[in-house]
């Protein structure tokens, strides 16, 4: 069965950049499309960015998003990851990762997730 696990957050200041990375084990993660999610204190969960399986060729992100964050996979190394530039108090939150057999942003069509990675953003 899928196991994914989150690592990469911390504590950035305000127009930092992090990289948050999704490893998959026991099993090949090209299969999935993967998605990263994140949930602040006290918010629902939101869809940050979505790939798609095999070569990635198709992605999404959601509109807060503004050109600010990048995702891509390496299947080699069986991980995603999600690059998040110029950062925001507000983009503080726990990040997840996802696997799911379609790519999108709602959080209720994901099988697998990973445990989370804490994202503060703060000076």
């Known amino acids: 069965q899928l196991q994914l696990v989150e690592s990469g957050g911390g504590l950035v200041q305000p127009g930092g950049s992090l990289r948050l990375s999704c490893a998959g084990s026991g099993s090949t993660l090209d299969y999935y499309n993967i998605g990263w999610f994140r949930q602040a204190p006290g918010k629902e969960r939101e869809g940050v960015s979505c790939?798609?399986?095999?070569?990635?060729?198709?992605?999404n992100y959601g509109d807060f998003v503004k050109g600010r964050f990048t995702i891509s996979r390496d299947n080699a190394k069986n991980t995603v990851y999600l690059q998040m530039n110029s950062l925001k108090p507000e983009d503080t939150a726990v990040y997840y990762c996802?696997?799911?057999?379609?790519?999108?942003?709602?959080?209720?069509?994901?099988?697998?997730w990973g445990p989370g990675t804490e994202v503060t953003v703060s000076s």
């Open positions: 790939i798609s399986s095999g070569g990635g060729d198709t992605t």
């Open positions: 996802a696997a799911s057999r379609w790519c999108g942003l709602w959080s209720g069509q994901y099988d697998y």
